[in-house]
């Protein structure tokens, strides 16, 4: 069941896109700057969709040979000024 449970999260994340809104200028290596006040946004069902193979596939036994923490995968959100319990 947790490969299941696992891969449905993958799938349908619990969120759709986050957002923040910068408190500060953010300088890129490339030169390109975020102005403060910039509001950023974060892609769950993006994210979660890169790195695997046949990433469209829903498919809870990947599960048996990835690991958590060497995918893109966060399920309950990142931890910040406002993490999920």
């Not at 408190?23 to 946004?41: A, E, M, N, R, W």
Request: charge should be negative.
């Amino acid at each position: 069941m947790d490969l299941v449970c696992k891969e449905v999260l993958r799938v349908w994340p619990l969120f759709g896109i986050a957002h923040r809104i910068t408190s500060d200028d953010i300088q890129l290596p490339d030169g390109t700057v975020y102005p403060k006040g910039t509001v950023l946004c974060f892609n769950y069902p993006k994210y979660h969709s890169a790195g695997y193979e046949n990433p469209t596939k829903f498919d809870p036994e990947r599960w048996r040979t990835l690991s958590e923490q060497e995918c893109n995968y966060i399920p309950f959100g990142v931890a910040g000024n406002r993490p999920c319990p």
